[in-house]
């Protein structure tokens, strides 16, 4: 390495630019350096300390094999040997639809691409990233109605809106370069007004001009009683609902049945909240929507509101306008991009996409299964029955929202289970190959940011030991593994020229460029300005979801905090329970007083921690981090009962 080397960090989405300096691995810390994404040259917390796993002990550095019910190292070509006869045995035994391919997002665009032509070479779907579904209602909701399911503008045309709306989001916390690099600076400077729509006040409410508090799982019915308010009023944009939408005559008609005055007393905000959130869309010439994990609980209702009342608005197509997913893992959205998911192909490309089909064939030498593959979930579920291999490349499917003791046995029953990690975890305590893989920090590549700004890797250390990359160890698998050894036979360079050739998306585009390309490099920052990437090139309105689910007697709805990402972030949480004072003195609990957590609808899952009683909190919902929540989440729990 030499004395100063420049990369992206590798802690979340945003994309920063990073500076390690010779002696810094060891001191475990990193500078900012000015970017597209950090425009001030700042790091957060987490990207300072990203180097720290520079030297961490406690690193994979020899790949590890399974011997007498012991993991033990091995070399390579052992270890190497071992995986291919436990994988392909179960192709052999039972076909490749029997094997789950399960990726990460912090591997990089290659590793992720090479990963799913892996899978789909040896002829299965099955390959998933858990990214995928942190945020599958909203990029679900935008890939049907809108076309790609991906943020829709440029992080810095923030700058541009009159309008923010930040719904299920804290991206103080959560993507706190972006916010103080974007948001907090159009608030601040350019008068763009900020509204926070959240059952809990946070960080980000510090800054908010306005925070609606709905009770939890009826942001939808909100956000179609603000819809139907701007209808009756006028405040639509006529020229681009006729121009550009679809349906929106039934759309309309099913927003005359929603009253707003009931809504408001159906989700617990005042009457007049609902006229305010109208106002401000209506009087906002620019408004775009800041979206994250908490608007993922309702099946889709509230991203679906969203959607609706920016097309009602006109708001889609110009900086300042549209639609983000405030994604929180580094290369969340490349995953999905380059094809790591069940249901596509890379550059989101339908598995029955002719086209697409015929650039894989050209490439592969044979073209992709057609049949939709399993999700993580259902994999995982399918454990031992249907599935009966599994190559997990930086994920830990061991902690998932399943009961711990199930996803044990569920691991074990694998014939054949190779994880390629940076550490050892509760899923390579259960593996028969253990491989040691190389961190952001240790790799090229390319990675995508939450922006869809695809930028280059640069190695600013060398793996520990006997670790490679997980583009490597891929390669050296898949070349065992595959009809065609040489189809796998190139480094990151050629594979990702490679994934140019397949995937529109990743054509011509030059580094720190956002996809999809416009010629002669160039990228595109704001996506629709004249059409959809719909089938007819409009944006077709939803059909209202306005249910709202009531809470059981004596119970309280739960809002659970998202992780930080990043090798070593978990642990951060705390142990406090979020509480109103009025629940409280109903409970007759104190603040710092030890209670109890349990699912409403009984179970033996249950958390002890302590009240934190605050009036950032709605009455009747309470709040814990995501850590601390894990048994509640696991046993599926969305209502709770609190015991001193």
């Given at each position: 390495m030499t004395d100063e080397q420049s990369t992206v960090c590798p802690m979340c989405a945003v994309g920063c630019q990073l500076t390690v300096s010779g002696g810094s691995p060891d001191a475990g810390r990193a500078s900012g350096r000015?970017?597209?994404?950090?425009?001030?040259?700042?790091?957060?917390?987490r990207?300072?300390?990203?180097?720290?796993?520079?030297?961490?002990?406690?690193?994979?550095?020899?790949?590890?094999?399974?011997?007498?019910?012991?993991?033990?190292?091995?070399?390579?070509?052992?270890?190497?040997?071992?995986?291919?006869?436990?994988?392909?045995?179960?192709?052999?035994?039972?076909?490749?639809?029997?094997?789950?391919?399960?990726?990460?997002?912090?591997?990089?665009?290659?590793?992720?691409?090479?990963?799913?032509?892996?899978?789909?070479?040896?002829?299965?779907n099955n390959v998933d990233n858990r990214a995928r579904a942190c945020h599958d209602a909203a990029a679900g909701a935008l890939e049907a109605r809108f076309g790609y399911p991906a943020t829709s503008f440029a992080a810095e045309d923030v700058l541009e809106t009159d309008l923010l709306l930040a719904v299920g989001a804290n991206p103080a916390v959560q993507q706190p370069v972006f916010f103080d690099s974007f948001v907090r600076p159009a608030v601040n400077e350019r008068d763009a007004t900020l509204v926070q729509v959240d059952p809990q006040a946070n960080e980000t409410t510090r800054l908010?001009?306005?925070?609606?508090?709905?009770?939890?799982?009826?942001?939808?019915?909100?956000?179609?009683?603000?819809?139907?308010?701007?209808?009756?009023?006028?405040?639509?944009?006529?020229?681009?609902?006729?121009?550009?939408?679809?349906?929106?005559?039934?759309?309309?008609?099913?927003?005359?049945?929603?009253?707003?005055?009931?809504?408001?007393?159906?989700?617990?905000?005042?009457?007049?909240?609902?006229?305010?959130?109208a106002d401000a869309v209506a009087d906002a010439e620019r408004v775009a929507v800041l979206a994250a994990t908490g608007v993922e609980n309702d099946d889709g209702a509230t991203p679906n509101a969203l959607l609706d009342l920016l097309t009602l608005t006109g708001n889609v197509g110009e900086p300042g306008t549209g639609f983000a997913i405030l994604r929180g893992l580094a290369n969340e959205q490349g995953a999905s991009d380059v094809g790591c998911r069940p249901t596509g192909l890379p550059g989101h490309a339908a598995l029955d996409d002719a086209a697409a089909r015929e650039r894989l064939a050209d490439a592969w030498g044979v073209a992709p299964p057609e049949t939709p593959?399993?999700?993580?979930?259902?994999?995982?579920?399918?454990?031992?029955?249907?599935?009966?291999?599994?190559?997990?490349?930086?994920?830990n499917p061991a902690v998932s929202k399943y009961d711990e003791e199930w996803v044990a046995d569920r691991l074990d029953a694998l014939d054949s289970l190779v994880v390629l990690d940076v550490f050892e975890s509760e899923t390579t305590a259960h593996a028969d190959v253990v491989l040691p893989a190389a961190v952001g920090l240790e790799k090229g590549g390319t990675v995508t940011s939450l922006d869809r700004r695809v930028q280059t890797l640069t190695p600013v250390a060398e793996p520990p030991g006997d670790a490679r990359s997980d583009h490597a160890i891929l390669g050296a698998l898949a070349r065992r593994l595959a009809p065609d050894p040489d189809c796998f036979a190139g480094d990151v360079a050629e594979t990702a020229t490679e994934l140019a050739a397949v995937s529109p998306l990743h054509g011509d585009l030059d580094d720190g460029e956002r996809w999809p390309p416009t010629g002669s490099g160039s990228g595109t920052d704001t996506l629709y300005a004249e059409s959809f990437a719909t089938p007819d090139g409009k944006a077709a309105f939803s059909t209202p979801d306005v249910s709202v689910s009531a809470l059981p007697e004596g119970a309280f709805a739960l809002v659970v905090g998202s992780r930080a990402g990043g090798f070593g972030a978990a642990g951060e949480g705390d142990d406090r329970l979020r509480l109103n004072p009025t629940d409280a003195a109903e409970l007759g609990v104190a603040d710092g007083e030890a209670v109890t957590v349990t699912p409403a609808d009984g179970g033996?899952?249950?958390?002890?921690?302590v009240a934190d009683v605050t009036d950032a909190m709605r009455a009747g919902t309470v709040a814990l981090h995501a850590d601390v929540a894990d048994p509640l989440v696991r046993a599926g729990a969305t209502a709770v009962r609190i015991t001193p």
């Open positions: 000015a970017g597209p994404a950090n425009p001030q040259g700042t790091l957060c917390r990207g300072i300390r990203a180097p720290r796993v520079l030297g961490d002990d406690d690193r994979l550095d020899a790949p590890l094999v399974r011997e007498d019910g012991e993991l033990v190292e091995a070399d390579w070509e052992t270890a190497l040997d071992r995986a291919t006869d436990g994988l392909g045995g179960v192709v052999a035994e039972a076909g490749a639809d029997a094997l789950a391919f399960l990726g990460a997002p912090h591997c990089t665009n290659e590793e992720n691409y090479r990963l799913q032509k892996l899978a789909r070479v040896l002829g299965t908010a001009d306005h925070h609606v508090a709905p009770r939890p799982g009826a942001d939808a019915l909100l956000l179609q009683a603000v819809c139907a308010r701007l209808a009756e009023r006028g405040d639509v944009d006529e020229s681009f609902v006729a121009a550009r939408t679809t349906g929106d005559e039934v759309y309309r008609e099913a927003l005359a049945d929603v009253d707003a005055a009931e809504a408001a007393a159906e989700t617990g905000v005042p009457p007049e909240a609902v006229d305010a959130l593959g399993l999700t993580e979930r259902e994999a995982l579920e399918g454990f031992g029955e249907r599935v009966r291999g599994a190559l997990v490349v930086g994920e033996d899952a249950a958390v002890e921690v």
